[in-house]
């Protein structure tokens, strides 16, 4: 049976061509990888190339012909041996099929799964607690995981023989050592690779960056390595990791060392993104990032690490991720927030109740999955919420936070929902204005009594 | 002063490889070669789709490194990926069928040609970034360390990736703490339609890791032999806790970058002649033939055996069925 030649596909977004030039004529042998002719696609004039070895038997499109479309026969090509009586009824039915077996597809978008949007059991602590402070909670949070688990190692600038740029690590090299304790070079792009390497080979790498700002020399690897693998594997391989480090507005230090990245992080599937507020959170979700299978991005905030608090002594103690905490209970009206911002949402609500206002404050904690369920549930109480972040408006988490409240409880919303943001411009260094750049408890305070309809 | 290139020592010692072994290039290089242009020729139907960049006039490169590692090193490369799989022993027929986006794809037709992974051959991927798969071969690499299992990473990237500035972030680790890495660049003369002149400061890229202290070393890459002594140099080097290694495959991709490329950037002649005079599949066939290893027959039935594998897996590739709509929402996360 001769082989038919069909009009290729030369680039991704063919679909038909002009038939250029015949390189070959009927009659010549050909080889497989040979030139036979010469396609003019939608870009660019190319050659195509025999796929088989044989006898060019029968042009059937001319030199010159145009639209031809992709996969119609355009020559026959004799096997070795065949006689050329075999031209004749070689076009009789078999055209190859080329239609994949579809799957029952839905050809528009196909909705998540409806399963599972409620979050993660949190066991209630009975145990002891000590009085330390943010810092200290997340270095006990990596020394009892790298007691526990080999295979978890932290990496970065500074974190060991120097003890930390924020002391956070505090301690582990002398623990440790410098196996598991690793300074690195100033180098975040590579760095950050290389944690997502040993990941893929099953290492359980923390990764410090000295700040987030200085992730964005490796938000590559952060989304196309780590957060995208297991999925284009189809499962194969996934990446356990956490990246860590302060996160946010720090104190006088300008536009580029003062910026939050909850929202850059939150926009990838593939990406858990934490966010704790108190030293209990910033134990337990280090631990539980630590273990968690799945890359994790951890932000801290600089100018909590010296803060105290209450935090459980019990090793085994993690706070599950996705889970949000309602930090002080009101009827009025829901204030969101996380990391630092939470403590400016607390001192509105002091000052809220002062005048009669009694605010819900939620600690989001985990920012990607976000705690719907608990949000949900608080606003059908309050029936507003007013949304708290350093970050930028544009596209923030509070734009977020919005969109699912009119998807998930829009019947109970009484007023528009409210939101708090960082000034939409680059971190000023002058005190004054850097003031006004970051929300403050009087200007939560203000959107509160706004979607109160309060004066 | 001037700076001394430092070379490492190279052993010539002429390689005594077995006539089983001098085969099993053969088949293994035929095997990648059929693939590819059967590949070429499914792209063509529009079986394949987007970026498929075929590897085809480099074959000696991947399966002479092959021969010079064992079954726990572990190997990362960039999107130009097929053949490093075959040589890894992946199966055609899942790879055929990622590259038609089917179920039975390595990723399940989630990944598509530049994205595969088997954890079983230690194969880890398939990367898109260019140069992003050397730290990530360090991160390997480092792993093989941390573990003190004895393993080698080879990290493979292109004469264009090499001057991305992460391949020297991690050339600098990889240094610092003597990892297991062996850096094969490819130097197939053309980054995309950039030729190695038009790109690198520097053309000798086999001496990229001078400054870090780096033994580096040209190897013909068009002779899979001279492959497998460099690699043999290179990963005992690796082995042996002395850190990392660069080795600068002089080779040629005979198909344009990918498939939609009308490669104008260099002459029909250059193509032909490297055709003709260096291929990697014949170099090798002549010798086998003047040896007395293979004749005609032998040669028929390998090319028999091939065609069968190649056949096989592109019929797999055309009935594995597309995957199931539900698997959209699959693999995003693993359960904590
Ligand atoms: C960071 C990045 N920049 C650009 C591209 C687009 N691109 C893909 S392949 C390529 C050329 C790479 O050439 P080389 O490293 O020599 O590898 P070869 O294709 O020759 O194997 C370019 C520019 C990319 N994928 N990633
Ligand atoms: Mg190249």
């Known amino acids: 049976m001769p082989i038919q030649v069909l009009m290729p596909a030369l680039s991704p977004t063919m679909t038909e061509g002009k038939l250029a030039k015949w390189l070959k004529s009927e009659g010549d042998k050909v080889s497989s990888g040979d030139a036979i002719a010469e396609i003019e696609t939608d870009k660019a004039t190319m050659e195509m190339e025999a796929a088989e070895d044989g006898l060019l038997g029968r042009i059937l499109v001319p030199a010159g012909a145009e639209n031809i479309a992709v996969n119609t026969p355009i020559a026959l090509l004799l096997g070795e041996g065949e006689a050329s009586t075999a031209l004749d009824g070689a076009m009789e039915g078999h055209i190859p099929s080329t239609a994949p077996v579809r799957a029952e597809a839905p050809t528009s978008l196909m909705p998540a799964p409806k399963a599972a949007p409620t979050a993660p059991e949190e066991r209630e602590h009975a145990g002891a607690t000590r009085r330390m402070t943010v810092r200290e909670a997340l270095r006990d949070a990596m020394a009892e995981e790298m007691r526990r688990d080999p295979a978890v190692f932290l990496m970065g600038e500074e974190v060991g023989q120097y003890q930390g740029a924020y002391k956070v690590s505090q301690g582990l090299l002398d623990e440790f050592g410098p196996e598991r304790i690793i300074d690195t070079p100033i180098t975040e792009s590579g760095f950050a690779g290389l944690g997502v390497g040993a990941s893929f080979a099953g290492l359980k790498p923390i990764v410090e960056f000295m700040t987030f700002n200085f992730s964005m020399q490796a938000i590559d690897h952060v989304i196309n390595s780590a957060a995208k693998t297991l999925y284009m594997g189809g499962g194969q391989l996934g990446s356990p990791i956490v990246f860590r480090g302060p996160n946010g507005a720090a104190a006088r230090v300008g536009a580029q060392h003062s910026q939050c990245f909850a929202s850059w992080y939150a926009h990838v599937p593939g990406l858990k993104v934490v966010a704790p507020y108190s030293g209990a959170d910033a134990k337990g979700l280090l631990k539980a990032a630590i273990r968690d299978p799945n890359p994790v991005v951890f932000l801290e905030h600089e100018l909590l690490y010296g803060q105290s608090f209450d935090v459980p002594e019990d090793p085994e103690w993690v706070v599950p991720l996705g889970k949000a905490k309602i930090e002080r209970a009101g009827r009025d009206v829901t204030i969101c927030a996380f990391s630092r911002m939470v403590h400016v949402a607390l001192e509105a609500a002091e000052s809220l109740a002062r005048e009669g206002i009694e605010a819900e404050v939620i600690n989001l904690r985990t920012i990607r999955p976000l705690d719907v369920e608990t949000l949900v549930a608080s606003v059908k109480r309050t029936n507003r919420v007013v949304t708290v972040e350093e970050g930028w408006p544009v596209a923030g988490i509070g734009s977020e936070i919005a969109a699912l409240m009119m998807e998930h409880a829009f019947d109970w919303l009484d007023a528009p929902v409210g939101r708090v943001a960082g000034a939409d411009v680059p971190m000023p260094y002058a005190a004054n204005l850097e003031r006004l750049a970051l929300p403050q408890p009087d200007t939560v305070v203000a959107a509160c009594k706004a979607v109160c309809y309060r004066k | ?336």
């Open chain 2, 1 to 336: 002063m001037a700076i001394r290139p430092r070379r490492a020592k190279v052993d010539v010692a002429s390689p005594s490889a077995s006539p089983e072994a001098l085969l099993g290039h053969y088949r293994d290089m035929l095997l990648i070669r059929r693939f590819e242009e059967k590949a070429g020729q499914l792209y063509g139907m529009g079986l394949i789709a987007g970026f498929c960049h075929l590897y085809i006039g480099q074959e000696a490169v991947v399966v002479g490194m092959q021969a010079a590692i064992g079954g726990g090193d572990s190997v990362i490369t960039s999107y130009r990926d097929h053949g490093h799989m075959l040589a890894c022993g992946m199966d055609p027929k899942g790879v055929m069928a990622e590259l038609t986006g089917r179920a039975g794809g390595y990723s399940k037709g989630k990944g598509g040609s530049m994205h595969m992974f088997s954890r079983e051959k230690n194969f880890y991927g398939g990367h898109g970034i260019v140069g992003a798969q050397v730290p990530l071969g360090t991160g390997l690499a480092f792993a093989h360390k941390y573990r003190k299992d004895g393993g080698v990473c080879l990290a493979y990237l292109g004469d264009g990736a090499v001057n991305q500035g992460q391949v020297y972030e991690s050339f600098n680790m990889a240094a610092l703490w003597k990892l297991p890495l062996i850096v094969i660049v490819e130097n197939n003369k053309y980054g995309m339609g950039t030729s190695v002149e038009r790109a690198s400061a520097s053309t000798e890229l086999y001496r990229r890791g001078e400054a870090y202290g780096i033994p580096g070393r040209p190897v013909d890459g068009m002779d899979v032999l001279a492959v497998k002594a460099a690699g043999d140099e290179a990963v005992a080097h690796a082995r042996s806790g002395k850190g990392p290694f660069v080795l600068e495959m002089k080779t040629y991709r005979y198909r344009g970058h990918s498939m939609s490329d009308p490669a104008k950037y260099r002459s029909k002649e250059e193509v032909s002649r490297m055709r003709s005079e260096h291929d990697p599949i014949d170099q090798l066939r002549r010798k086998l033939e003047t040896e007395g290893i293979a004749d005609e027959a032998r040669f028929k039935d390998i090319d028999r055996e091939v065609k069968a594998i190649v056949t096989e897996a592109a019929e797999f590739a055309q009935t594995s069925p597309e995957p199931d709509p539900a698997e959209l929402w699959t693999d995003i996360l693993l359960p904590a």
